[in-house]
């Protein structure tokens, strides 16, 4: 079945960096848009960076000149550069993808399990 699997989270301290990566894996057709979302304790999921298919990107105000979007479309892989972390960067990093099904052919988004980034000050 299709999966994503997130990597690259952990402790930092403010003003450092991190790199997340998403990498898709099983029956795939095709991937539209992929993008990370968060979530902080007690707060509600929001979107972070998305990137479409053809490499359009939209960032939250939050994180514009921090954080880049990427994608690898040959390794079913995308990432988020994130830069001069803050203390309220913290949270569990989500990576979504709109995926179409190589054996249903159905289309849905999929989630990955989550990746926790903390940023100490």
């Known amino acids: 079945q299709v999966q994503l699997v997130e990597s690259g989270g952990g402790l930092v301290q403010a003003g450092g960096s991190l790199r997340l990566s998403c990498a898709a894996s099983g029956s795939i057709l095709s991937i539209d848009a992929m993008g990370w979302y968060r979530q902080a304790p007690g707060k509600q999921r929001e979107a972070v960076a998305t990137?479409?298919?053809?490499?359009?990107?939209n960032y939250a105000d939050s994180v514009k000149e921090r954080f880049t979007i990427s994608r690898d479309n040959a390794k079913r892989t995308v990432y988020l550069q994130m830069n001069s972390l803050k203390p309220e960067d913290t949270a569990v990093y989500y990576c979504?993808?709109?995926?179409?099904?190589?054996?249903?052919?159905?289309?849905?988004?999929?989630w990955g399990q989550g990746t926790q980034v903390t940023v100490s000050s």
């Open positions: 979504n993808a709109g995926i179409t099904d190589g054996r249903r052919f159905s289309f849905r988004e999929y």
């Open positions: 990137i479409t298919s053809g490499g359009s990107t």
